[in-house]
Every structure is written in C-alpha cells, then in structure tokens.
C-alpha cells in the first residue's frame, strides 16, 4: 500500500494467485473488458511464446473521488507453472490482499493445496501470516459438471473461514463480485490498522 | 494542510506513507536530476510499481504499466544478483537504446526510479548523479517528519468500504 496524502491518494495492490491454468489472467482480462476505459490502464501482460504468464499481468484501476480520497487499485496475477515459483514470490512482495483462484476440477485438488502451500510460504518470507492480509477464495470453473463446490475447496484447503466466491471467469461470473469482495476486505483491514495505529 | 483534529497517519508494516513534506524533498531531487544530468525523463516508483512522481516529456506512454514493469524488472534483477551473490544495495539497471539510455535504480528498500537520458550524455555521468540521487530518496522516505500533526486521509469513515464498492459497480459495464 502507498499513501500519498499531497494527492490524497489510496493504492492498494491486489494479487490474483493460484495454480497454473486456474484462470488468474482472465480474470484480469474479464476485469479489463468489463471496466470503462476511463478509469484502468492498459493490460500489461508478460506471457511466454505458449502464450503463458510469464512475469505477470497487471491492470490499474482508478475510482473516483470518495470523501477527498483516491483510491486506485492495482492489479496482479503471478504465473502459475511451477518453474516460476521465484518470480510468484516477487509479485507477491507488497500485496494488500490476495485473490487465491482454485480450479475446482476435482483432479486439481492436489494443484490448488501445493498452490496454496507455495503462497503460504511466499507470504511468510515476508513476515506475514495467514490471517493478516485478506485473501478471498474464488473457486473458479463452477460450469464443470463434477466440480468441486467452495465449500469442498475451502475444506480442502483448510481455508474454510476465508470468503469463498463460485466463478465462470471465462463468462465473467463471479468476476466482479471477486474483486469487490477482496476490495472490501483490503479497505477494511486498513481501516482496522489505521484505527489502531 | 494540517487538520489538528484529524486521525494519525497509519504505519503499516509494508508499504511506505508519503507526506507532504516528503513529497516536496522528492520533487526538488527529481528536478535536481533533471537539470544536472540533463533527463529527458523521470518516473520515481514504489517497489511495488505504484508511481509516487513523474518529471520531464511525457508521451503517450501509460504510466501504470510502465511504473509495474520498472518495478517487476528491478524485482527480477534484484532476485537474479541474489541468485548469484552479486547483490549490493542500489542495484543500477542500464538498457542502452538507440536515441537514449534509460537505468533503473534500487533507491533504498521500497523505491525505484527510472530515468531516461540522450545518448550524449556520458554514462559514467548518468550513473553517478542516479546513484547519488537514489541514496538521497532512500534517506528522505526513511526519514519521519519533524511535525507529522495529525492528518486526515478520510480512513476513518466508517462506510468507506461501501463507497468504493458503489464506485466500483459505477465502473462497471457488466
């Protein structure tokens, strides 16, 4: 986070984390569409030939004015193929809050716990613990016929008291009530540290 | 400026609070820089690419992508000297174009700057004034003002939440 009280300006850094495949990007890509060009950046994204995440994605959103403040909110996914575990912990390094993103094909269940575990110990590296930066988990690729529900993740994960979201990101389902959700809760969490500072 | 009657300033364990009088100190070594190096241009980020300045011609460049990537290249040096023992505070980043140079310089723990500079301009010069203007950036953002007073910020607004998700849903085209 960073506060720049001349511009009264917020700027939170959300990161989208999760296993390869489970949709990190198109959500930023959903995000991208969906949201009036006047208030994000361009996408910014670091693929592979393959067409793979790379480095990461990021897209910036600007809101309006609220109560004189400016929140803007920044966007990352990091790449979620195994050999790019240095680069996750990179993107990780200032989160404000974190989107986990768990494909719930039933076969991925072992993906999303290693993925979990892996953001876990990334975010430890940093000093934090689980439990002091918000994290929401969107169970993406709800329109499989055997997924999984959030529930079943969440308990997999043992991540059941964490907010738990259903998703279709390739539809845009769940999309935004995702990144409203993890907003509210990161906007929340300062409010709290703000409070008791 | 200063509201006596307002909430402190938050501390929080990551990211880094800008005052005003940091903001003025910035300014003043940023346009420091440009004068003496001479820069074309200027963009000071947070190490997590959040842009805190930007001085000299701007083009049609988007600033936001280009404060995430200037912060995701020093992330990915920085991690690479590390990986081969060869990191030390300040790490400096050169890409010598055709018309310019731009580096990108570590300035402490949580800033990096991205400067870009004409070929003309000799590198060990560039180097020099960039090295020197990042030690004094990490010193000011380390540094606590003297009167910090009591800012608002408007954090204390209890349905603040709810009002970034109303303009977040203004936002939105569905």
Redesign the interface.
């Known amino acids: ?6 511009l ?1 300006e ?2 939170l ?1 959300i990161v989208y984390y999760g296993p390869a495949l489970s949709g990190k990007t198109t959500n930023l890509e959903q995000i991208y569409t ?3 060009a006047t ?4 996408l ?1 994204s ?1 693929k592979t030939h393959e067409d793979r995440t790379l ?2 994605d ?1 897209l ?2 600007e ?2 004015k ?4 400016l ?2 909110i ?1 966007l ?1 996914t990091v790449p979620g193929q195994s050999y790019y575990e ?2 996750r912990k ?2 990780l ?4 809050g974190v989107v986990f993103v768990a494909d719930s094909a039933p076969e991925c269940a072992d993906s999303n716990l290693r993925a979990w575990q892996d953001m876990e110990t990334h975010l430890a590296s ?3 613990a689980m439990g002091q930066i918000p994290i929401v988990l969107q169970c993406n690729k709800q329109d499989l016929y055997n997924a999984l529900s959030p529930a079943q993740i969440g308990y997999l994960l043992h991540a059941d008291l964490l907010p738990s979201l259903p998703a279709i990101a390739n539809q845009g389902n769940g999309v ?1 009530d995702t ?2 959700t993890i ?3 990161v ?2 969490q ?2 709290h ?3 008791i ?1 | 400026m200063i509201n006596p009657e307002a909430a402190s300033p938050i501390d929080l364990p990551s990211g880094i609070t800008l005052y005003p009088s940091h903001d003025e100190a910035i300014d003043r070594i940023l346009n420091e820089l440009q004068e003496r190096c001479p820069a074309e241009f200027i963009l000071l980020a947070e190490v997590s690419g959040q842009i805190l300045s930007v001085i000299g011609e701007r083009t049609t460049v988007d600033l936001a992508a280009l404060g995430s990537l200037v912060a995701g290249d020093l992330a990915a040096s920085q991690e690479i000297a590390r990986l081969t023992a060869q990191y030390e505070n300040y790490q400096l980043i050169l890409r010598e174009g055709p018309k310019s140079n731009t580096f990108i310089s570590e300035a402490g723990a949580h800033l990096v700057l991205f400067v870009r500079v004409s070929k003309e301009i000799p590198l060990g010069w560039a180097r020099m004034l960039i090295h020197e203007t990042s030690r004094q950036l990490a010193e000011i953002i380390a540094t606590q003002p003297e009167d910090l007073g009591k800012l608002d910020l408007g954090l204390s607004e209890e349905k603040l939440s709810s009002l970034v998700n109303d303009d977040l849903d203004s936002i939105w085209k569905g």
């Not at chain 1, 208030?39 to 361009?42: M, V």
């Not at chain 1, 609220?66 to 403040?69: A, E, H, Q, V």
């Not at chain 1, 390094?93 to 404000?96: H, L, V």
């Open positions: 986070m960073h506060i720049n009280w001349q009264r917020l700027n850094k969906r949201v009036d208030h994000r950046s361009e910014i670091l480095f990461f990021f910036q959103l809101l309006g609220i109560n004189n403040l929140p803007k920044h990352y240095a680069s990179l993107v390094r200032g989160a404000d940093y000093n934090i935004f990144l409203k907003t509210r809760n906007i929340t300062i409010q540290q703000s409070a500072a």
